[in-house]
């Protein structure tokens, strides 16, 4: 009996008395808490079914990967229209990760080399775990595999990364096919879709979700996977990496661009320039008289100016060839 049974309210279920005219028998108080622990344990088993349904089914099976569409909200401000909505930690004990969850909960999307986490409710054998049981799906039924397959046997998670690059601002299927095994080497089982039904939620987001997920199972086939051989799925969006440029460029057609230099009314005539004190530039012929006169100079309009290192030099050079 746990501590405290006798305090607690009678079961609903009820079962024979062991005791015999007011004494209890020993054999039958054996039967009788057998026959106790037995409407218990069904009865743990009924509650266990309705708070995990996934439990509820024998073997083993995969729970909700990520990422997913189901960790955004919609966001018309967006490029993707959707903006990645994390639930925050104690923000009291946790101060850190929950900075960095609100710079997450900015971006419009889910990296474009993502690391995927699908946890399973067991061991699972992981010589079966490949790009041909997992793999990605996206535009154009373009396939992309995996690759640095990890294993968290604490949590019993599966961590893999995509084979490439995802393209931005696209939506890909996740596709884990029961072509993996558990540990037993019996296939997972598919409990997904009962997941996604179950409780038939009337958030409209969630609904959105399951809509769009359920009709993008067939593009599994891409991959070699019939929906009916789809042991878990997932549907997420890939961020935008142009959307700073994007938004400049939407912002420079919308004012007018102009390249003035100075204040309005100015152009380029009010501006100053400054003038090298040994450069001749075309201007009134008295000016460069008097430059020239000051280096000692031709001041012939159309010629360089010659200073007299240059013209005894000139000199030299003429006497050499005579």
């Known amino acids: 009996m746990w501590p405290g049974a006798q305090a607690a309210a009678p079961p609903a279920t009820i079962v024979d008395s062991p ?37 509820a089914l ?11 569409n189901l960790y955004t909200v919609p966001d018309a401000t967006q490029i993707t229209g959707l903006r990645v ?38 061991p699972i054998d992981l010589s079966t775990v490949s790009s041909s049981t997992v793999f990605l799906v996206g535009p154009g039924d373009h396939v992309v595999g995996i690759n640095q397959i990890v294993w968290e046997p604490l949590t019993n998670t ?8 995802l393209a931005h601002d696209s ?15 019996d296939p997972i089982e598919a409990t997904f879709r009962h997941d996604l039904n179950f409780g038939q939620t009337k958030d409209d987001a969630t609904k959105a979700y399951r809509k769009a997920l359920l009709d993008a199972l067939p593009m599994a086939m891409a991959g070699g996977v019939d929906p009916d051989e789809i042991a878990d799925a997932s549907l997420f ?19 007018p661009v102009t390249f003035a230099l100075g204040p309005p009314g100015s152009g380029p005539s009010s501006l100053r320039r400054r003038r090298s004190p040994g450069i001749v530039r075309s201007g009134p ?11 000692h100079c031709s001041s012939t309009p159309g010629r360089s100016p010659r200073l007299p290192l240059a013209r005894s030099r000139l000199r030299t050079t003429k006497r050499l060839r005579r």
């Not at 005791?19 to 057998?34: M, N």
């Not at 024998?58 to 997913?68: E, H, L, M, N, V």
């Not at 142009?242 to 420079?252: E, V």
């Open 237 to 255: 969006t890939t961020q935008s990496i142009d959307a700073l440029s994007r938004k400049i460029r939407a912002q420079l057609h919308a004012t």
């Open 85 to 122: 909505d994390l639930a925050k930690p104690d923000c009291t004990t946790h101060p850190s990760d929950c900075a960095d969850v609100a710079v997450l909960d900015t971006l419009d999307g889910f990296n474009i080399q993502p690391r995927i986490s699908i946890p399973f409710s067991g």
């Open 171 to 185: 939506t890909y299927l996740l596709v884990v096919s029961n072509g993996i095994h558990d540990a037993a080497g």
């Open 285 to 295: 012929r008295r000016s460069r008289r008097r430059l020239c006169r000051r280096l």
């Open 58 to 68: 024998g073997g083993t099976s995969a729970g909700q990967p990520f990422p997913t």
């Open 19 to 55: 005791v015999e005219g007011g004494v209890a028998s020993p054999d039958k108080l054996q039967k009788g808490d057998a026959a106790v622990r037995t409407v218990l344990r069904a009865t743990l088993f009924v509650a266990l079914a309705l708070t995990f349904p996934g439990a």
């Open 158 to 165: 599966l961590h893999v990364e995509s084979d490439e690059q």
